[in-house]
């Protein structure tokens, strides 16, 4: 089995980095911050986490979030384990999945998402799953581990995200097994609750009611869409991370089959986020198209582009 594969692996490293996808959201950081927990505390293992780009500090209530890094050196350790992404190009570290280097002696991919990238190792990839949190609370239950508060917290966390608080389509009867087995298990539902959904910043208020009042909708394609400029992050004061969510609230429109988000970086990309409620749309295959991915009804992509603003119309060039 490879779950049992990869805590044979794990077991026997010296020295384990853990690494989650550029501009990690909370499935991203509570299923690294579960995986540390587990490797140190259960195990006795030594392990670093790393990840680029902006980490959301409204998640700093999950145990151990100060621990982790914006960089490492490879040399430190033999195995590394990606969680929540297919390959070390969404990492942000390396511009390739296929690294022109002998390392790591072993490498470890935990995920939910489809994906073609060549990333070698040992792969655990599950698209039935919520979220690779979800993922996790399977991996332990194989491995015969005790849930404690702070691993439930971690995973509870990743799995409320990523369902939209079980409101989303890949919300499944395994989703609220493992809910239910976390909260018994001692999860902080206050302090998730608090920290997902009650705690919004100026910034993001500010930044969402710049995008809303841009939001057009085309009544024949039935599509809701709107952008936000690198000038209005920072007129707002706001990150990329900030925007999440906002996607999600554009498709519940009436009438809305689905929702573009367009936000510009300041590295010269444009990134778009793309969000349905309708069993009969596939924005993933959108994503693709444009060199992106994600799942059937949420799905992104980036381009090496900027965005242009003629009156009242914008276009990506």
Known sequence: ?????????????????????????????????????????????????????????????????????????????????????????????????????????????????????????????????????????????????????????????????DTGSFQHSNTGIETFQAAAELLASGADFSGIRGGLYVKKSQALLKLWGTALKKMKYDHKRKLATSYVSVQDFKRCNATATDLEGLTNLMSTIPDVKFALLLSEGENGVVKGSLRTEQNNINVKNLAEAMGGGGHIKAAGFTLPARIEVQGGAWRVV
């Open 1 to 161: 089995m490879t779950g049992m594969k990869i805590k044979q692996i794990l077991i026997e490293s010296k020295k384990i980095l853990l690494v989650a996808h550029h501009n990690p959201d909370a499935d991203a950081l509570g299923s690294m911050l579960g995986m540390y927990e587990i490797l140190v505390h259960h195990w006795g293992l030594s392990v670093e986490m790393a990840v680029d780009g902006v980490i959301p500090s409204n998640l700093s209530y999950l145990p151990y979030f100060f621990l982790i890094q914006d960089g490492f050196r490879p040399e430190r350790f033999d195995t590394v384990v990606l969680l929540d992404c297919g390959g070390w190009s969404r990492t942000n570290f390396f511009e390739t999945d296929e690294l022109n280097i002998d390392w790591p002696n072993n490498l470890i991919v935990i995920d939910h998402h489809a994906t073609s990238a060549g990333t070698p190792g040992v792969h655990y990839i599950d698209t039935s799953a919520s979220s690779t949190s979800e993922i996790l609370w399977k991996l332990i239950k194989t491995w015969g581990l005790q849930f404690n508060s702070k691993l439930a917290t971690c995973l509870l966390t990743g799995i409320m995200f």
